[in-house]
């Protein structure tokens, strides 16, 4: 069980980013994401893509970030640039019960207190998009992104164009070539 816990999430700035957030959660291997602001239109969306392309993943907006990362009975992975080194960390991580904490703009100290491990994904500031979504791929060997997720609408790999199954329909279908 991995869940990520998004901290900071403002519905009128971050919308775009907690969207990306979620849904690389969802590609690389988490099984939850918790947004610790109330956000209807969030889950909206999420729960859009898992019904049309599959997977048991599941959002959860409005979770009080301090009650969830003190009530879990697992390991806390707090993605900080600050942190420890991700290749050193890595070997140590165990990823059943796993909660990873990204940040949106400045994350509060206590974070960095309540996390078990403080990791980086490099010493640059970059973003908890990516940083989440190394950490994920590495965590999992590289193996999750290219798992079937068993949804309604598959993506079939094309070299050129786009070629879309919809199982409503039962048929693949081609997209314009680029
Ligand atoms: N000063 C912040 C920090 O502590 O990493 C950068 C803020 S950044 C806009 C938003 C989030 O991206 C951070 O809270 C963190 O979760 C993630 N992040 C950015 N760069 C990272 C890095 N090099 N390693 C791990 N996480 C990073």
């Given at each position: 069980?991995?869940?990520?816990?998004?901290?900071g999430?403002?519905?009128?700035?971050d919308q775009?980013?907690?969207?990306?957030?979620?849904l690389t959660a969802?590609?690389?291997?988490?099984?939850e994401v918790?947004?610790?602001t109330?956000?209807?239109?969030?889950?909206?969306s999420?729960?859009?893509?898992?019904?049309r392309?599959g997977?048991d993943?599941?959002i959860?907006?409005?979770?009080?970030?301090?009650?969830?990362?003190?009530?879990?009975?697992?390991?806390v992975?707090?993605?900080?640039?600050?942190?420890?080194?991700?290749?050193?960390?890595?070997p140590?991580?165990?990823?059943?019960?796993?909660?990873?904490?990204?940040?949106?703009?400045?994350?509060?100290?206590?974070?960095?207190?309540l996390?078990h491990?403080?990791?980086?994904v490099?010493?640059?500031?970059?973003?908890?998009?990516?940083?989440?979504?190394?950490f994920l791929?590495?965590?999992?060997?590289?193996?999750?992104?290219e798992?079937?997720?068993?949804?309604r609408?598959r993506?079939v790999p094309?070299?050129?164009?786009k070629t879309?199954v919809?199982?409503?329909?039962g048929?693949?279908?081609?997209?314009?070539?680029?």
């Amino acid at each position: 069980m991995i869940v990520v816990m998004r901290l900071g999430h403002r519905p009128d700035r971050d919308q775009r980013v907690t969207t990306h957030v979620a849904l690389t959660a969802r590609a690389l291997g988490a099984d939850e994401v918790w947004v610790s602001t109330k956000d209807p239109s969030l889950e909206r969306s999420v729960k859009g893509v898992v019904e049309r392309f599959g997977g048991d993943f599941t959002i959860k907006t409005g979770v009080e970030w301090r009650k969830a990362i003190r009530s879990w009975d697992g390991t806390v992975v707090h993605l900080t640039m600050y942190g420890e080194s991700l290749s050193e960390a890595l070997p140590t991580i165990a990823d059943d019960r796993l909660m990873v904490v990204v940040g949106a703009e400045k994350v509060p100290r206590e974070v960095y207190e309540l996390a078990h491990r403080n990791v980086s994904v490099g010493n640059q500031p970059h973003s908890e998009v990516a940083a989440l979504a190394i950490f994920l791929d590495r965590l999992k060997g590289g193996k999750a992104v290219e798992r079937d997720m068993k949804g309604r609408m598959r993506i079939v790999p094309n070299p050129r164009g786009k070629t879309v199954v919809d199982g409503r329909e039962g048929k693949a279908r081609e997209g314009a070539k680029r």
